[in-house]
């Protein structure tokens, strides 16, 4: 089975994908627009931020799995890939420390405004009295938007400073909240009401796309900080760069509207060379620890699909499929028995979404639950059962 890696992966977990059978293509330097003809006849793609289009999927027939080395997938086409029937697979969390490293380094950096700091002394101009004015992070108010593994990881390194931690997640009750050591905001707004810095850890979406909009910026106090480790898009980039501009916040972003996808270009992000504003280079994940993190799970993401057919951490597949009942059939384990109870679902005009087939101890019966697009009439159901030599029980559930 052929594998195309499209961007950086560590050597030595080459070699572990090499130890599966796999034929491994390592080709770094590919660009997004080449990637749809490059693909070819591999069966596995695997990317860290390379953008994966529609046209990949129309274009690559053998392709069945992609594996996003990282966390979002907000760069893949997951909608092009599903109609095709792609496993679209990521590494979630495996990076999670590296970002909540940055996103803490930072709020620090905003604080004390070290990267000025560092480009004076480069300069040549030693300025203490400039420089001494900042306030101090201990015993102010963090916020985590996004409690997810990097938003945690976030919240826990800032207690670590002594901040107290108030955080908005969509599923964030008071009862997680206590038990994760922060407190729970009601909604992005008052979260922003309470908070010296607010952190963005949430993924791109359609629902959260511009999810730190301007009323959200707006109601944070005067000086707060904003640091961006999420994607450019989850914030009102307008609102961020006038309300920096003004001197009302300072923020940082190691993300950027447009950013390239390689690792070098010429590019100028709207708010670089602003004052009050500190840019990376999306380097969230760059640190070994968190790569080699990634290229492992990544590993073990391959050697189950090659291995059982089955895709941990798959993103694209239905957690419920839109069945309108459920078909039980207990049955002896026999030849053709499954078929046969397709055959009358199918005569019936009857989409089968989903079959799971268990089977009991000693192996002589199993059970077949068959999700169905709409109920069978009760015909359909009489000639199931009339196979009396092979079924045991056979009865609709409508789904609730
Ligand atoms: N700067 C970097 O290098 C870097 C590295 C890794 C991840 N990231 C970004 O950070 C994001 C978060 O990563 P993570 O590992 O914490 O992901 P995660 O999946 O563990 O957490 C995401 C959080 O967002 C919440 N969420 C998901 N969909 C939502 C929606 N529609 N509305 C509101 N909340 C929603 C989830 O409940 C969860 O709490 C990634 O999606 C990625 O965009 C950036
Ligand atoms: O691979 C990278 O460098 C960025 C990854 C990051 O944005 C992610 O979503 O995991």
């Known amino acids: 089975m052929k594998v195309l890696i499209a961007d950086a992966f560590p050597k030595e977990r080459l070699a572990d994908l090499a130890a599966l059978g796999l034929q491994v293509d390592h080709r770094p330097e590919l660009k997004a627009q080449d990637l749809p003809a490059a693909v070819g006849d591999a069966s596995i ?90 306030r101090g992070l201990y015993g102010r108010t963090f916020g985590v938007l996004g409690l997810g593994a990097i938003g945690r990881e ?47 850890h949430l993924p791109l979406k359609k629902e959260t796309r511009g999810l730190v909009s301007r009323e959200v910026l707006e109601a944070l106090r005067p000086g707060a900080l904003v640091v961006n480790t999420a994607r450019a898009e989850v914030v009102d980039q307008a609102a961020l760069e006038e309300l920096t ?26 708010m670089a060379e602003l004052p009050g504003f500190y840019g990376t280079h999306h380097i969230g994940a760059s640190t070994d620890q968190a790569q080699d993190a990634i290229a492992q799970e990544t590993v073990r993401i391959l050697a189950s699909f090659v291995g059982k057919g089955e895709v941990p951490n798959c993103v694209n597949v239905l957690d419920r499929t839109p069945a309108r009942c459920r078909l039980v059939v207990r049955h002896l384990d026999k030849v053709g028995v499954l078929a046969n109870v397709l055959t009358a679902v199918r005569e019936a005009g009857i989409n089968a979404q989903q079959v799971e087939n268990t089977v009991f101890q000693e192996a002589a019966a199993a059970c077949c639950v068959i999700e169905l697009d709409e109920r069978p009439p009760a015909e359909v159901l009489e000639r199931i059962r009339a196979r009396r030599d092979e079924i045991i029980f056979a009865e609709v559930f409508d789904v609730a």
């Open 45 to 134: 793609l695997i990317v860290r931020s390379k953008q994966v289009t529609a046209q990949v999927f129309e274009q690559a027939e053998a392709l069945s799995l992609v594996v996003r080395a990282g966390a979002g997938t907000n760069t893949i086409d997951v909608a092009a890939a599903s109609r095709r029937g792609v496993y679209v697979a990521n590494c979630p969390g495996q990076n999670a420390i590296a970002v909540a490293e940055l996103a803490i380094g930072l709020a620090l950096a905003l604080d004390r405004r070290i990267p000025d700091n560092v480009q004076a002394l480069r300069e040549g101009r030693w300025d203490k009295k400039a420089f001494s004015v900042a």
């Open 154 to 200: 976030t919240a826990a390194r800032a207690a670590g400073l002594g901040m107290r931690v108030h955080a908005w997640s969509r599923s964030l009750d008071a009862e997680r909240a206590e038990a994760l050591g922060v407190v729970a905001a009601p909604s992005p707004l008052e979260l922003a009401r309470r908070v010296d810095v607010l952190s963005v």
């Open 245 to 270: 501009r003004a001197g009302r916040l300072r923020a940082a972003a190691d993300v950027h509207p447009g950013e390239p996808e390689g690792g070098r270009a010429e590019f100028r992000p709207p």
